[in-house]
């Protein structure tokens, strides 16, 4: 047993300061709700940040990880094994995709589909068909390459010299995408709502500009997914809803249910450029997380799940709607089914952190989407009970901060 107390004030004298934690410490968690070492209650509304679609301990995941655990923990890649076979099997039976490459985490699964991209034009049109084009506000992970595709320079400052042959336009800018694509690109990367970016859905039209502009110069289209995947929208993947397929797609946080894991999927016609050898990772397909996540999947990929998802936005929605009626806080309300992004008034620009600070006294756990983004990414099975509390508080919370702000 450790001597001193374990705290939060643990946190600062023995991690790495990147974060920066609430300053409670959660023990546990069921459903959508979480208990602190004080056994303080909390609302999940942030779920991991779209990890944790089926909520907390989801007696389905836990009997799938119990039973995995009493089997096969790890093998690595010098051998295959069933769990991640059959979740390999499932994504590409229920998606465009014939391929699936497993890793561990979002930025993982980023770099892997970066780098399958750049060898897929190496290999079929030369190297000098190296170029990335991404988007302004773009979100793709912490790794080096991935803050390098990344739209926002701050993740990348102090960190150069970054990968070279990448560059960014305006999300949702057909006119200046086509201008900066050429046949030297390799791939055009992007997520179907930008999320850590503000939660800024793509344009349906845009979407398919994009496709046309990508076909025009043989050039991949990237989905990232890793937010907006795995039910998030009331679609298994948002592309499904936006007539649009690409040539990669990266999965991962609610892929797992909140146990880690990552994947890449792909064509058969791209596949082959990551021949043996070419890339890989020690823990890539691990059984107890592919066992979960097999589980995750055969739970969300379900009609009455799915569709329950704009159910439960709706809801959300019609309560942030009462909020702002009495408030007037709200700019505008965003993002597709269980991605919600609540833009503050202008004048409360810059103080989303301290509504998720004074959320969390009040016993409600939100995120935000940049400084002036609360953004909520739920279980996709929240009760709706739990919604209305939770909005409860919210409300509670903005009252608090706005009597602040005039005090
Ligand atoms: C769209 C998107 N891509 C990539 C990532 C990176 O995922 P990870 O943190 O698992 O590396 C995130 C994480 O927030 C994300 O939202």
């Given at each position: 047993m450790l001597k001193q107390p374990v705290n939060r004030a643990l946190f600062d004298e023995v991690m790495v300061p990147n974060y920066n934690p609430q300053q409670m410490v959660p023990v546990r968690g069921r459903g959508s709700r979480v208990w602190d070492q004080e056994d303080n209650e909390y609302i999940d509304f942030a779920g991991g940040i779209a990890v944790n679609a089926l909520g907390h301990v989801h007696p389905a995941l836990v009997a799938a990880l119990k039973e995995q655990s009493d089997k096969l923990w790890h093998l690595s890649n010098t051998f295959t094994n069933e769990p991640a076979l059959r979740l390999a099997k499932k994504l590409t039976d229920a998606t465009f995709a014939d391929k699936v490459f497993f890793c561990n985490s979002g930025a993982e699964a980023n770099e892997a589909a970066f780098k399958l991209a750049r060898k897929y034009s190496y290999d079929n049109?030369?190297?000098?068909?190296h170029e990335i084009i991404a988007f302004y506000q773009g979100f793709h992970g912490r790794t080096l390459f991935t803050v390098s595709v990344g739209g926002q320079a701050k993740y990348r400052e102090g960190f150069e010299p970054a990968p070279g042959g990448i560059s960014h336009v305006p999300f949702n800018d057909l006119a200046a995408l086509k201008a900066a694509i050429?046949?030297?690109?390799c791939a055009v990367v992007m997520e179907p709502i930008q999320g850590e970016g503000g939660v800024i859905p793509a344009d349906p039209e845009f979407v398919k500009g994009v496709r046309e502009l990508c076909d025009q110069h043989n050039a991949l289209l990237v989905f990232d997914?890793?937010?907006?995947?795995?039910?998030?929208?009331?679609?298994?993947?948002a592309y499904m809803g936006m007539g649009v397929e690409p040539d990669i797609l990266t999965s991962a946080k609610a892929l797992g249910g909140g146990f880690p894991i990552g994947a890449m999927l792909t064509t058969n016609k791209v596949a082959p450029s990551f021949g043996f050898g070419t890339h890989g990772s020690t823990?890539?397909?691990?059984p107890l997380a592919c066992a979960v996540a097999e589980t995750a999947l055969d739970l969300i990929n379900q009609p009455e799940l799915l569709n329950g998802v704009a159910d439960k936005r709706a809801l959300f929605v019609e309560e942030l709607q009462k909020i702002n009626a009495k408030h007037e806080i709200f700019k505008e309300i965003r993002g597709d089914g269980l991605l919600i992004g609540v833009e503050l008034i202008d004048t409360m620009h810059g103080k989303a952190a301290s509504f998720l600070a004074t959320a969390r006294e009040e016993g409600l756990m939100i995120l935000m989407a940049g400084p002036n983004v609360l953004r909520m990414a739920p279980s996709l099975i929240i009760p709706d009970e739990d919604i209305r509390d939770g909005m409860a508080l919210l409300e509670r919370a903005i009252i608090k901060v706005l009597m602040a702000e005039n005090a």
């Open positions: 049109f030369g190297p000098e068909k050429s046949d030297k690109t997914e890793i937010q907006t995947g795995v039910g998030r929208t009331g679609h298994l993947y823990y890539g397909g691990n």
